[in-house]
């Protein structure tokens, strides 16, 4: 008899921490961390023209932007023209990022080259790259399609 309530009580555990591990690998998947990270340029529409040496624009903040100019999160490039940003969007809120979100750049492009406006500001939508794995979480990665210059936003 009491090794049947033993076999009893194994399974018992057994089911519940595989159901346990199951929602937890469910629950890391809808809510992993997404990250947007690209490299700001110093040009009127913030890329890379092939071919030309094009300074990178350093201490230019990045904002990422929804529905009505509605500021998400906020960061600045680092001496290399490098941002990351980091933000806990459950993967159902995928789509609304990519249709309704933008990247803008709010530092004056003459900030770094006098000879550039002084007025505007450089906006980007969003492209989704894939995923990666870092540890227990699955983060979803998007870069910027491409800068474009905007007199007013």
């Known amino acids: 008899m009491m090794s049947i309530i033993s ?3 194994f399974l018992l555990i057994s089911t519940m921490t595989s159901t346990s591990s199951c929602q937890l690998d469910l629950i890391r998947r809808l809510l992993g961390p ?3 990270h ?3 340029y110093c040009a009127i529409d913030g890329s890379v023209i092939y071919g030309q040496m094009i300074p990178t624009f350093p ?3 990045v904002q990422m932007q929804c529905g009505a100019g509605t500021v998400v999160s906020s960061v600045k490039t680092d001496a290399t023209g490098n941002f990351s940003i980091l933000i806990d969007a ?3 809120m995928l789509p609304f990022l990519l ?3 933008t990247l803008v750049v709010t530092t004056p492009l003459f900030d770094c080259n006098a000879e550039l406006p002084s007025f505007g500001v450089l906006v980007s939508p ?3 790259i894939g995923n990666t794995f870092h540890g227990l979480f699955n983060v979803t990665n998007f870069i910027p ?3 474009r210059f905007v007199n007013n936003i």
């Open 126 to 128: 969003l492209q989704l």
């Open 7 to 9: 076999l009893f009580i």
């Open 34 to 36: 997404t990250q947007i």
């Open 90 to 92: 459950p993967r159902l």
């Open 59 to 61: 201490n230019a903040e």
């Open 145 to 147: 399609v491409g800068f």
């Open 38 to 40: 690209g490299m700001l």
């Open 99 to 101: 249709t309704n979100c």
